[in-house]
């Protein structure tokens, strides 16, 4: 059995230098990161380990997350790396051939396609947007957030006012969301206007956000360079008037366009949407 396996991080028109290559850090154990043309593409791989990087063991570490996270980081670093001179398409981690031909032959298979979306994504970034609920004066432990502790409320469940009292409670709590949902849906139509595309990520947890108050959109815009000051100067705005009393909107970028480098996406520029 061979004693390597070819690590594939991203494909593009334009190879890094070869002193940036050497002076990256791919995955711990491997060889230093390096470059394989596939007709006018060109691929950053390194050699990696197969008795780590086998279908087996892999699997089994990228179960733990302190691996996972590890093997994510190296993954970011190497395509970081694969950027540096140009547009890249960034596979997804833990892309593996048996060797270096099998490489090639895969990304040559598609040539055609990767040219095409590398020349979409020439001259743009990915940023990412976040919109939370703005979190109210919440109810105090042991009340149900109409006044009344629990205590009170099991002396007299049946009272008709206090029925009263946790009904507009319910109301109130469903408007309220409501209303946040529909002000992070304008955030959304607002930031699509400066997009090439967009696209919605399933919103994140409580434990993930580390926050009470719930996320009510998590997106990605494709926004070009030449746009990119009027883009986070519309995000900026979010921090004042109506909406941003109901919803707190934050973005991050400008990162690499992982969000709108898949091969399988259908873009749909005239509604600024990609369909993921």
């Excluded at 955030?187 to 595309?197: G, P, Q």
Aim: glycine share 10%.
């Amino acid at each position: 059995m061979k004693d390597t396996l070819t690590y594939a991080f991203a494909v593009t028109r334009t190879p890094p230098p070869g002193d940036a290559l050497t002076a990256a850090a791919g995955h711990g154990g491997g060889g230093p990161l390096r470059v394989l043309r596939a007709g006018a593409l060109w691929l950053v791989v390194q050699d990696v380990p197969a008795e780590e990087f086998g279908e087996a063991s892999l699997g089994e570490r990228l179960n733990r997350p302190e691996e996972l996270e590890r093997c994510a980081r190296s993954h970011h670093r190497g395509v970081e790396t694969a950027a540096l001179s140009g547009p890249v398409v960034p596979l997804p981690m833990a892309t593996l051939y048996l060797g270096d031909g099998n490489a090639v032959e895969s990304v040559s298979a598609r040539e055609a396609e990767l040219c095409e979306l590398l020349d979409r994504l020439r001259g743009r970034t990915e940023w990412a947007v976040k919109v939370h609920a703005v979190e109210a004066a919440g109810s105090s432990p042991g009340t149900d957030g109409t006044g009344e502790d629990d205590a009170s409320a099991e002396r007299d469940p049946g009272g008709r006012a206090y029925l009263g009292r946790v009904s507009a409670r319910r109301r109130t709590q469903r408007d309220a969301r409501e209303r946040a949902l529909a002000a992070a849906h304008a955030v959304d139509r607002e930031l699509r206007r400066y997009a090439v595309a967009a696209t919605r990520h399933r919103p994140q947890s409580e434990h993930l956000t580390g926050r009470s108050a719930p996320q009510l959109l998590n997106a990605a815009y494709l926004v070009d360079d030449a746009e990119r000051a009027a883009f986070t100067r519309a995000v900026a705005g979010f921090g004042t008037g109506r909406v941003g009393t109901l919803v707190e909107t934050t973005a991050s970028g400008p990162w690499i366009p992982y969000s709108f480098a898949r091969l399988d996406q259908e873009w749909n520029t005239g509604e600024h949407e990609v369909r993921a």
